[in-house]
C-alpha cells in the first residue's frame, strides 16, 4: 500500500450518485435503509433457519444458508456507506477503500457465482440420481464444495485487483457511480488499460456468461428429466427448481451485460450495479421462502419457540 501512495497523487474519488437533489438524496435514503434492513433480517432469518432446524439439516438447505451468507456479506461491502452517502453533500471515498471495497465485491460475487454452481449440482443429484443422493452428497462433499468456492472468489478479485492496486491515478478522480466500481475505476488511471480492461470483461464477463450458459443447460436436463418421471415428488422438484432458476437468471443476468456492455453507458451501469448487489441479494430469500413450503414452516417453529421461549421467561 505505501508503494500505491508513493506513484499516485489522487488520494480519494468523488463519487456522483443519482442526484444532487435534496429532496431526492433523502426519498433515495429511506429506501436504500429499509432495502438493507429487508436484506440483512431476511438473509439472516434463513441462516439463523437452517442452523437451528433440523427439518433443513440438508444439503439443499445448506447451501441456500452459504448463499445467504453470501448476499449478506455482498450487499454489506457498499451500501452502507451509499446510505451514508446520501446525508453528504460530497461524497468521497478513500483511494484504499475503493480498491478494498473491489476487491471484497468481487470476492463474495466470485464466490456466490460458484456457489450457484454447487447448487446446481446438488439438484442434478437429487433428480437425476435420486437413489445415490445422500452417498454423493456426503458432508465431506458439501465441505469441499464450500471451500471451492470461497477459493474462486478470491481467485477471480486477485487476477483482476493485483493489477489494479499497481495502477497510477494522477488525473480525474470522479466515478459516476454509488460505488467503486472495477470498470469505471480502472478507466481513471493515467497509464494504458485497454489490457487491464479486456482483462476484466474476460474474467468476469466471460465468466459470467458461461456459467449462466452451462446452468440453463443443466437446468434444461433436469426439466426434461422431470418431465419424464410421473411421479407425486415432480411437483415439489419443478417448485424447488424454478426458484433456482430465477435466482440464477437474476444473479447472472445483470452482472453478464454489466461486462459485456462495460464502458459504453454510465447510466446503465449505475442502475444495474444497484440492482447486481442490493435487489438481487434481497429477492434471494423472498423467492426460496415464499416458494418454499419449508422454509416458511421452519420460520414459524423458529418464532413460536422464541415466543415460547420468551413468555417462559
Given at each position: 500500500?505505501?508503494?500505491?501512495?508513493?506513484?499516485?497523487?489522487?488520494?480519494?474519488?468523488?463519487?456522483?450518485?443519482?442526484?444532487?437533489?435534496?429532496?431526492?438524496?433523502?426519498?433515495?435514503?429511506?429506501?436504500?435503509?429499509?432495502?438493507?434492513?429487508?436484506?440483512?433480517?431476511?438473509?439472516?432469518?434463513?441462516?439463523?433457519?437452517?442452523?437451528?432446524?433440523?427439518?433443513?439439516?440438508?444439503?439443499?438447505?445448506?447451501f441456500l444458508a452459504n448463499l445467504s451468507f453470501f448476499d449478506l456479506c455482498l450487499s454489506s461491502v457498499a451500501t452502507p456507506k451509499v446510505i451514508a452517502d446520501f446525508l453528504r453533500k460530497r461524497k468521497t471515498i478513500s483511494l484504499r477503500g475503493c480498491m478494498a471495497q473491489m476487491f471484497f465485491m468481487h470476492f463474495f460475487g466470485g464466490g456466490e457465482m460458484s456457489l450457484l454452481i454447487a447448487m446446481a449440482i446438488d439438484r442434478y443429484v437429487a433428480i437425476c440420481k435420486p437413489l445415490h443422493y445422500k452417498t454423493i452428497m456426503s458432508c465431506r462433499v458439501?465441505?469441499?464444495?464450500?471451500?471451492?468456492?470461497w477459493t474462486i472468489g478470491f481467485i477471480h478479485t486477485m487476477s483482476q485487483m493485483v493489477f489494479t492496486v499497481g495502477l497510477t491515478f494522477c488525473g480525474p478522480n470522479i466515478v459516476d457511480s454509488i460505488f467503486c466500481?472495477?470498470?469505471?475505476?480502472?478507466?481513471?488511471?493515467?497509464?494504458?488499460?485497454?489490457?487491464?480492461?479486456?482483462?476484466?470483461?474476460?474474467?468476469?464477463?466471460?465468466l459470467s456468461l458461461?456459467?449462466?450458459?452451462?446452468?440453463?443447460?443443466?437446468?434444461?436436463?433436469?426439466?426434461?428429466?422431470?418431465?419424464?418421471?410421473?411421479?407425486?415428488?415432480?411437483?415439489?422438484?419443478?417448485?424447488?427448481?424454478?426458484?433456482?432458476?430465477?435466482?440464477?437468471?437474476l444473479f447472472f443476468g445483470p452482472s453478464t451485460f454489466i461486462y459485456a456492455f462495460p464502458f459504453s453507458s454510465y447510466s446503465v451501469d449505475k442502475f444495474l450495479s444497484v440492482f447486481y448487489s442490493i435487489i438481487t441479494p434481497l429477492l434471494n430469500p423472498v423467492?426460496?421462502?415464499?416458494?418454499?413450503?419449508?422454509?416458511?414452516?421452519?420460520?414459524?417453529?423458529l418464532n413460536s419457540k422464541h415466543t415460547g421461549s420468551w413468555f417462559t421467561h
Open positions: 500500500m505505501d508503494l500505491l501512495n508513493n506513484r499516485s497523487t489522487v488520494s480519494e474519488f468523488i463519487l456522483l450518485g443519482f442526484s444532487s437533489s435534496q429532496e431526492i438524496q433523502i426519498f433515495l435514503f429511506a429506501i436504500f435503509f429499509i432495502v438493507y434492513v429487508a436484506i440483512v433480517v431476511g438473509n439472516l432469518i434463513i441462516v439463523i433457519s437452517v442452523i437451528f432446524d433440523n427439518h433443513l439439516h440438508s444439503p439443499m438447505y445448506f458439501l465441505i469441499l464444495f464450500l471451500l471451492l468456492s466500481d472495477l470498470p469505471l475505476v480502472i478507466k481513471l488511471a493515467c497509464t494504458e488499460t485497454y489490457i487491464l480492461e479486456l482483462l476484466v470483461i474476460a474474467n468476469s464477463g466471460l458461461i456459467c449462466f450458459i452451462l446452468l440453463l443447460i443443466s437446468y434444461v436436463v433436469m426439466l426434461v428429466t422431470i418431465w419424464q418421471r410421473s411421479s407425486s415428488a415432480s411437483s415439489k422438484a419443478v417448485s424447488t427448481l424454478s426458484a433456482h432458476i430465477t435466482v440464477v437468471t423467492i426460496y421462502t415464499l416458494r418454499n413450503q419449508e422454509m416458511k414452516a421452519a420460520i414459524k417453529r
